[in-house]
């Protein structure tokens, strides 16, 4: 996770988390994912980054998402939650996401739109400071909230799928305390993926990729998966590059209906390689009933 915050009158930095599940999690950088699967879709993930070393950020996640049709064209709605821990800051959103979709060149054309709100809360109370009455450091707990508002595009073909968005779109600006503001720049996405069938029936490569930058620092993640999927059976490992950031083994299946993930980040740079980055991941989706009104209504040859 690239993030790097300081207290002082004025912060900014790169603000959101990395997942190396990103593949399995788009609606938590793009709204137009809302309702990309035909199903009630239910996702939730646990990172620790930098594990081993003290204050390490620490992220919970949860979203759900779903499609529905309405006025005659297909919609998709979902919420998403986060508590991101790092050091004696905490980040929490709540926001709601809402998605058109329409047919175009072959394929589906979704338009998001996400909006809801931003807490940070600074722990002052735990801050070593050589100056204890410096004014631009507070020694109390502060907090405060902030408007978000973000928009996305996404278009999937038969196998394949694009997508682009803009987080934090407005910029938002908290004030902690009556001195101090943490300012959050725009990021901007650039995601994309696909299945490639083998030979084998129940073997399928599955690339994906996504670039992130706020206009100053950027990341990219390159990820293969091989997926072996069979009835209702599901399993599947990859590996992920990170450019001057880290490699990523992934692990994962389907248990009882459930998805489990996991994946080790190792950074490439001078840190241990037993202090990489644990993250989990749970998935599940429920089959949901999208036929149109009277589509499969049936009449009496007695009322004919």
Request: aromatic share 12%; hydrophobic share 40%; net charge neutral.
């Amino acid at each position: 996770m690239m993030v790097g915050l300081c207290v002082c009158q004025q912060v900014s930095a790169q603000y959101d988390v990395s997942f190396s599940h990103y593949f399995d999690m788009e609606t938590s950088f793009n709204p137009a994912a809302a309702g990309r699967l035909d199903k009630l879709n239910f996702t939730a993930a646990f990172a620790m980054d930098l594990a081993g070393f003290q204050h390490n950020p620490q992220t919970v996640y949860a979203s759900v998402d779903m499609p529905f049709y309405f006025l005659r064209s297909h919609h998709g709605g979902g919420v998403l939650l986060m508590n991101d821990k790092i050091g004696l800051f905490t980040h929490q959103r709540v926001e709601g996401q809402y998605a058109l979709k329409q047919k175009l060149l072959g394929g589906v054309l979704a338009v998001g739109v996400q909006a809801g709100m931003i807490s940070e809360k600074f722990d002052g109370t735990k801050l070593d400071v050589e100056e204890a009455n410096d004014p631009a450091f507070p020694t109390s707990q502060v907090n405060g909230t902030g408007f978000d508002l973000s928009v996305g595009l996404r278009y999937t073909a038969r196998s394949w799928y694009i997508g682009a968005s803009a987080v934090h779109l407005n910029a938002p600006v908290v004030n902690l305390g009556s001195t101090n503001e943490l300012s959050i720049d725009p990021t901007y996405y650039f995601a994309t993926g696909c299945n490639i069938k083998l030979r084998n029936p129940f073997l399928t490569i599955k690339p994906s990729a996504l670039f992130r930058t706020d206009g100053v620092a950027y990341r990219a993640d390159v990820t293969g998966r091989l997926v072996y999927t069979h009835d209702d059976k599901m399993m599947y490992g990859g590996l992920a590059y990170s450019p001057t950031n880290s490699f990523t083994v992934l692990l994962g299946g389907k248990v009882h209906g459930v998805i489990l993930g996991y994946s080790y980040e190792v950074y490439t740079s001078a840190i241990n390689p037993g202090n990489g980055s644990h993250e989990f991941f749970v998935g599940y989706q429920l089959d949901i009933h999208l036929a149109k009104k009277g589509r499969n209504r049936h009449k009496s040859v007695r009322l004919l």
